[in-house]
């Protein structure tokens, strides 16, 4: 079984900067692709990152195009989001997650229907 646990959120002023990490249990060849999303109260469920653990290639939603980051190590154990220029509107439980060699995630990699295997979270506050 595929386990996720993400760590290094926090609280930051807005312009800083957080680097999330997520501990991940994954067989490469299984997994596809990896990703981070986030929920804020109150919304839905929103793809941020992701990385195509397949073949080479990352996506990243428009609102952090330029500030955030998603890379792994070369073992393939952790997987990493790097925030920088935080913003309030970035205040969110981030969720790692994996998808599995069947599923679309190359063509929806920012959808959460796509990925089958998730952490419990890391709360991120950005205050103004």
């Known amino acids: 079984q595929v386990h996720l646990v993400e760590s290094g959120g926090g609280s930051v002023q807005a312009g800083g900067s957080l680097r999330l990490s997520c501990a991940a249990a994954v067989d490469s060849y299984s997994i596809n692709c990896m990703a981070w999303f986030r929920q804020a109260p109150g919304k839905e469920r929103e793809g941020v990152a992701t990385?195509?653990?397949?073949?080479?290639?990352?996506v990243f939603h428009d609102s952090v195009k330029g500030r955030f980051t998603i890379s792994q190590d070369k073992a393939k154990t952790t997987l990493y989001l790097e925030m920088n220029s935080l913003v309030p509107e970035d205040t969110a439980m981030y969720y790692c997650a994996a998808a599995p060699s069947w599923s679309d995630c190359y063509t929806h990699p920012l959808l959460w229907s796509q990925y089958s295997y998730w952490g419990q979270g890391t709360q991120v506050t950005v205050s103004s």
């Open positions: 990385l195509y653990t397949g073949r080479a290639g990352t």
